[in-house]
């Protein structure tokens, strides 16, 4: 129960903000950026390289750029998955949801017409 | 006695929620940090919005040029350089800020102004010469994409740089007072977001849009 007490009373973090000393912040910072430059690094060496199948670049490239923001939101934005973080969170996961469906929806439905309909230019040559 | 310890921590519990109840609003620097938080997640909304434009885009040259022809990987590996590098000097300048050392506070604020400037001359110097190479916006909706998405990232970074001089003004001027660390914990912020948003324009505009 006095636990149930303590958290109850613990405030929340606003995104962005961090407990430490300036030591371990700094070297949260330093991490942060040895995997971005680590990330980035392999990404363009992937996007010139014929080392691998051709065809998986551009997931590969997809990937590391997610863990690259991944990264980020944890290193420089602090936002951490602690209950004192839970508002930042929830916004961000909505956020998330819009930004998929925004982009997925948009490439489905145009894949989508680029399949099924006749190209715009075929289409103009018909109706003059 | 073992109802009695279960009533007493039941009371407990209730007496928290009470307090947890008259707690009042949650601090200002909270309430403003979250906000703006919002505002971040609906700015990366609406260039997700862009993102799709582009990629649905990409194939559309009207016979003119295509990524693959027009970019120079080497000056945005330069370009995500500074980028980043100012993204983790503005981290040291939020400990500066947390410590209350002016003289960090204002050094590393001035390399992460260097840092985001140097970003905007090279996308600069991009950009005018692909215009003067007949690649301007107009050229086909391929461009248009890249030059709205391109050029709103760099709009940003351009308003981040006003608003990073504002903020040594202002710590200058007034000190760390509790107001000024708020616009600062917000300006972090801006500007750890511009960073991420630039991650997904190299990886989907510059390599993806090179490999098509």
């Known amino acids: 129960m006095s636990d149930l007490h303590d958290i109850s009373h613990r405030p929340d973090l606003a995104p962005g903000d961090v407990e430490g000393s300036v030591t371990i912040r700094v070297l949260g910072y330093l991490t942060g950026l040895g995997l971005a430059i680590l990330l980035t690094a392999t990404s363009f060496f992937v996007a010139g390289t014929d080392l691998v199948w051709l065809p998986s670049i551009p997931v590969a490239i997809i990937v590391l750029a997610i863990a690259q923001m991944g990264v980020h939101l944890v290193f420089f934005l602090h936002i951490t998955t602690g209950p004192d973080n839970t508002n930042n969170v929830m916004a961000l996961a909505f956020g998330l949801l819009i930004v998929f469906l925004v982009i997925g929806g948009s490439l489905w439905i145009m894949a989508n017409l680029n399949q099924n309909m006749m190209p715009m230019d075929e289409l103009m040559q018909m109706q003059r | ?212």
């Open chain 2, 1 to 212: 006695m073992a109802a009695g310890a279960v009533a007493r921590g039941y009371d407990r519990h209730l007496v928290g929620l009470a307090d947890a109840g008259h707690e009042g609003p949650a601090p200002k620097r909270i309430v403003t940090g979250f906000g703006f938080w919002i505002f971040l997640l609906s700015d990366i909304v609406m260039f997700s919005c862009f993102f799709a434009a582009y990629a649905v885009l990409l194939g559309q040259t009207a016979g003119g040029p295509t990524g693959a022809e027009l970019f120079n990987l080497r000056s945005v590996a330069v370009e995500t350089a500074c980028l980043l590098l100012s993204s983790f000097v503005c981290g040291m300048a939020s400990i500066a800020a947390d410590v209350s050392s002016h003289f960090w506070f204002q050094i590393a604020m001035a390399v992460t102004c260097v840092l985001g400037l140097a970003f905007l001359a090279i996308e600069f110097r991009e950009f005018a010469d692909l215009v003067a190479r007949g690649a301007g916006p107009s050229r086909s909706a391929f461009l248009s994409a890249f030059f709205t998405l391109v050029g709103c990232h760099g709009l940003h970074v351009s308003a981040g740089i006003l608003w990073l001089l504002t903020m040594m003004a202002q710590v200058f001027a007034k000190g760390f007072r509790a107001d000024i660390r708020r616009r600062f914990l917000c300006f972090a912020l801006f500007w750890h977001a511009l960073d991420i948003i630039w991650v997904a324009v190299f990886s989907v505009v510059y390599l993806l849009g090179s490999a098509a």
